[in-house]
């Protein structure tokens, strides 16, 4: 298996167009722009980038962009609920409904957005609010439908795990750059 490096940039590196989207998403206020971004990218996504090279290594990946995300966002969600963090989940939850309802849906009238979304895919990333309407609207229905650990593996990376040892039900250390030391 290759080596993999999740990279991500500090808050106050981000470029001033990228923390004004975050903070207009966020009501206005800067110092929750930050705290969204940084939950969502120095703690959910996390198991959503390891959920992806586990299905890869697994064959798993569908090629169908929308069902593939929610099925990384899923993952992300049944292994933050397996470690205890739901109450860091319902603030998500509560963020995610707060920046989508700062956010129009691209999707045409009468149109699939899941179809919608892979169809136009390589348009909609150049455009961040909407692209940022599709993969919040897909945070959502993983939070909204979670899975718990044991159905996650087995339905979002391969049927062949039979029993995976249990996650310590510990919450991550404070939400920061750093990622805590191995232990």
Avoid: C
């Amino acid at each position: 298996m290759k080596n993999i490096r999740l990279q991500y940039s500090v808050w106050a590196d981000l470029p001033a167009d990228f923390q004004a989207l975050f903070t207009q998403w966020n009501g206005g206020e800067p110092a929750h722009g930050q705290t969204f971004y940084e939950l969502y990218f120095y703690w959910f996504d996390i198991p959503h980038e390891m959920a992806r090279v586990l299905r890869e290594r697994y064959g798993a990946t569908d090629p169908h962009r929308w069902r593939d995300e929610v099925a990384v966002n899923t993952f992300a969600v049944a292994y933050w609920q397996a470690r205890g963090e739901s109450e860091r989940l319902r603030k998500l939850h509560m963020l995610v409904n707060q920046v989508l309802s700062q956010l129009q849906d691209p999707t045409p009238p009468g149109a699939d957005q899941a179809d919608y979304f892979d169809q136009n895919y390589l348009e909609l990333a150049q455009n961040p609010p909407a692209f940022g309407f599709y993969h919040f609207s897909m945070v959502l229905a993983a939070l909204n439908r979670p899975l718990d650990w044991q159905q996650a593996l087995r339905t979002l990376i391969t049927p062949e795990a039979k029993d995976a040892a249990p996650l310590t039900r510990q919450p991550y250390p404070a939400i920061t750059i750093d990622l805590p030391p191995v232990l």
